[in-house]
Structures are given as C-alpha cells and as structure tokens.
C-alpha cells in the first residue's frame, strides 16, 4: 500500500487536482494508493497537516487488512510540498518507534524551507524562466511559515535533521531546472551517507511540479529523461 500527500505548497492542491497522480502511482506500482486530503493553512495551523498525514499512515498500518493491504509493503509518497510531509511522516514515525513504513518516495520535495541561496546552487541558477521561481518560494510558503512553521525544525526542514539513520530506503526524483533541485539530491546524499538504500534520480529538462504532467506529456513517462541515477546504501528492503 502507498500514502499519497498532494503537492501545493501547504495551502493549495486537493484530492481532486491530484487524482490523475494517485490513480497513475496505483497502475504503474501495483499498489493500493490512499490519497491524503490533509488541512490547509493559513486556515489550519502547522502541524495540523503533518498531523493528519501521520495520523492517516498510522490507521493504515493497523487496519490496512480491511483496505486490502497484505503487509508487505507501506510507502509515504508526495510531491513538493507533500514530499516535505512525506519525508517528515518518515523521520516521526522513527522517533516514535513505529517502523512499518517501508519506502518513502519524495518527487522534486521542498526540504530546506529558508531558501538560502548561498546554500544551494540551484536557487541561484534555476532563479528565473523555468515556471518556479526563487523570488517567489518564501511568498508562495508564506502561509505555511507564518502558520508556526519554522524552517529551523526538521520537521518542517527535513534537510535539517541531524541523524537520518534508520530511516526508510528512499527514491528522490529531482528535476534538472528545479529551484529546489539541490536540497533533495543532498537529503539523498546523507540518507546514503547514513546508511538507508536510495536512489536519487535527476529528470533533464524538468522544472518543478512535472509528476503532475506524467498523464500528458509523453517525455515524462519514460526512464529515457533521467540525467543520473546512484543508489546505495547498507539498510532497509528492496528498491522503492
């Protein structure tokens, strides 16, 4: 079974703007996907759609038999700002000793949210004419920051958490003009470095958001776009 979390920067996207993604994710792995409408700020305040994403991984790793689940497999998926869940749902569910989530699967994850630019060349070189832009990230977070969300908690950064150890093996799919391109693949580089099995994968000619395109655009379907791929790693299961 995979837990989907909506892209959308915290305060947009639904169940509906990401149907196409989860029913894509079902026929492409095999799985049963479960989509997550999680609150949204400003209305709701962090960490209240943190909350209801680890609260709904949660109910389906108890009764996920009742939804067809065989207990095998339990993975936290998310693109942008649901990949920032999806990585933080991973990093609570270790600190609190819950270890059935098997693969977390972050698609271009917002992972750093101070947007340092002198940390991360990407910011720089992806700054502007790729859709995205860096000016426009902490405006576009805003909600979300101003909600109780600050950039310094690794779970709201989860870049920032300082042992990734014992995490769940991961897939990071990056795409090549994403402003925030560099702060995944370096939270793929230490969740290597720690000891959990992952793949990072950079998409060539991809800017930000483009999982949402893999219904349409025919370049986004195959393996033919991945700049590079490095997987290693000395835990965890089989590949995400």
């Avoid at 000016?135 to 310094?152: R, V």
Wanted: aromatic share 10%.
């Amino acid at each position: 079974m995979l837990v989907y979390f909506h892209g959308g920067a915290f305060f947009l996207g639904s169940l509906e703007t990401h149907d196409h993604v989860a029913r894509a994710l079902a026929k492409e792995t095999g799985l049963r996907v479960v989509s997550v409408g999680y609150r949204l700020a400003p209305e709701a305040a962090f960490p209240a759609g943190l909350d209801d994403c680890y609260a709904v991984v949660r109910r389906v790793a108890e009764e996920g038999r009742s939804l067809g689940r065989d207990g095998t497999t339990l993975a936290v998926a998310g693109d942008s700002s649901g990949g920032t869940f999806a990585a933080a749902v991973a990093a609570r569910a270790h600190d609190d000793g819950f270890d059935r989530i098997t693969h977390q699967i972050l698609y271009y994850p917002s992972l750093d949210l101070d947007f340092d630019v002198d940390r991360y060349a990407s910011l720089r070189e992806n700054a502007v004419g790729h859709g995205l832009e860096t000016a426009g990230l902490k405006p576009f977070n805003a909600f979300h920051l101003d909600s109780g969300a600050d950039p310094a908690d690794p779970l709201v950064s989860p870049v920032k958490r300082r042992d990734l150890s014992g995490l769940p093996p991961a897939l990071v799919a990056t795409g090549q003009y994403d402003p925030m391109r560099d702060d995944g693949e370096l939270y793929g580089r230490r969740l290597r470095e720690a000891g959990a099995r992952t793949t990072v994968s950079r998409y060539d000619d991809a800017g930000h958001g483009f999982v949402q395109h893999f219904s349409w655009l025919p370049e986004y379907t195959g393996s033919s776009r991945r700049h590079a791929t490095s997987s290693t790693g000395r835990t965890g299961g089989g590949r995400p």
